[in-house]
């Protein structure tokens, strides 16, 4: 669970990044509570499953948009921190869409103006 975090090295999980074990956990403990407590207000087990399909949706809408979040910042970060012109850059990849032909002229031929 805890990490000692160095000056010199870091864990992503330290800077704010989910950690999904955690959240399962978490969302499965909330849901028994709504699961619970549902049934005891209304007496029904099929209400208690609603409300509980219904706030498990929900926090799964909440999840991807946070991991949505924080790819997209930590792209904008990756952008922002660009290299030196001193320093070595590392060798262009090209991207999975550019490896494969098919999907690629597929991309081309839908999508006209991407790079």
Request: a neutral charge.
């Amino acid at each position: 669970m805890g990490e000692i975090v160095d000056d010199r090295t870091w864990s992503r999980r330290s800077v704010g990044q989910m950690y999904f074990p955690q959240f399962l956990v978490g969302m499965v403990a909330t849901l028994l509570a709504i699961l619970g407590w549902t049934f005891q207000s209304t007496g029904s087990i099929w209400a208690a499953l609603g409300w509980t399909f219904l706030a498990a949706l929900i926090l799964q809408v909440g999840y991807f948009a946070a991991v949505v979040w924080l790819v997209q910042r930590e792209g904008r970060e990756a952008d922002e921190a660009k290299p030196s012109e001193g320093a070595a850059s590392p060798a262009k990849m090209p991207g999975p869409f550019e490896r494969d032909g098919i999907i690629q002229a597929l991309i081309s031929r839908f999508f006209p103006r991407l790079p």
